[in-house]
């Protein structure tokens, strides 16, 4: 997202008072707000595909350092826990859940 500062910066108040307008820029240019109060930045606002890209962004970074940090541990020798052991803890969890219910 590149933003133009002349066009992207606001102030609460014009924001306020030309809600559509902005709105509308903000789903044609895909660029996110900077809303000022006072002349100092409070808040920001994105278009709502603006965020879906900003969100999936941040959950494929999320897995990427998953994954690292995955292999360094297999890398370092944890192997993690074996199979069997792994699916009775499953099963040992299940059949609480199910003596609760």
Same mark, same amino acid.
């Given at each position: 997202?590149?933003?133009?500062?002349?066009?992207?910066?606001?102030?609460?108040?014009?924001?306020?008072?030309?809600?559509?307008?902005?709105? /509308?820029? &903000?789903?044609?240019?895909? %660029?996110?707000?900077?809303? $000022?109060?006072?002349?100092? !930045?409070?808040?920001?606002?994105? =278009?709502?595909?603006?965020?879906?890209?900003?969100?999936?962004?941040?959950?494929?970074?999320?897995?990427?350092?998953?994954?690292? /940090?995955? &292999?360094?541990?297999?890398? %370092?020798?944890?192997?993690? $826990?074996?199979?069997?052991? !792994?699916?009775?803890?499953?099963? =040992?969890?299940?059949?609480?859940?199910?003596?609760?219910?």
């Amino acid at each position: 997202m590149k933003m133009l500062l002349e066009k992207d910066i606001v102030s609460l108040t014009d924001f306020a008072r030309q809600t559509r307008k902005h709105t /509308a820029e &903000l789903k044609k240019h895909n %660029r996110p707000r900077v809303l $000022t109060h006072n002349g100092k !930045a409070t808040a920001v606002v994105l =278009s709502v595909s603006a965020f879906d890209k900003l969100m999936h962004a941040a959950e494929e970074y999320r897995l990427d350092m998953e994954l690292k /940090a995955a &292999l360094e541990a297999y890398d %370092r020798g944890d192997r993690g $826990t074996p199979g069997e052991i !792994a699916f009775e803890r499953i099963r =040992s969890k299940a059949n609480l859940r199910q003596a609760k219910q």
